[in-house]
């Protein structure tokens, strides 16, 4: 079991940045590929990026590729995305995931461990 907890996340003008957190619980953190997504009011959850175990291998969705960067401490059980460059369009609950299989998985359902979320608003 890996519980999961956000933060970070708060009220931005475009063009800023913001760090977000995720808290792992559990001894085991190191083992699992790691995933930020988000979800905008009225929208399905969608990938923005994805962590390998080791933190060696990353991927993100094109629209935030140059501008968020993710990355994990597993001495720490915390994996981080770094988000510049912020806009309007980036406004989502932005939550972490776990997935205790490994590669370039960007679907929701194969993600075993969720957090919370956590709100990012973007404003013009």
């Known amino acids: 079991q890996v519980q999961l907890v956000e933060s970070g996340g708060g009220l931005v003008q475009a063009g800023g940045s913001l760090r977000l957190s995720c808290a792992a619980s559990?001894?085991?953190?190191?083992?699992?590929?790691m995933g930020w997504f988000r979800q905008a009011p009225g929208k399905e959850r969608v990938f923005v990026a994805r962590?390998?175990?080791?933190?060696?291998?990353?991927y993100y969705t094109h629209s935030v590729k140059g501008r968020f960067t993710i990355s994990r401490d597993n001495a720490k059980n915390t994996v981080y995305l770094q988000m510049n460059s912020l806009k309007p369009e980036d406004t989502a609950v932005y939550y972490c995931?776990?997935?205790?299989?490994?590669?370039?998985?960007?679907?929701?359902?194969?993600?075993?461990?969720w957090g919370q979320g956590t709100q990012v608003t973007v404003s013009s």
């Open positions: 559990g001894r085991t953190f190191s083992r699992y590929d």
């Open positions: 995931a776990a997935d205790d299989a490994h590669g370039p998985r960007t679907i929701a359902s194969f993600y075993d461990y």
């Open positions: 962590i390998s175990s080791s933190g060696g291998s990353t």
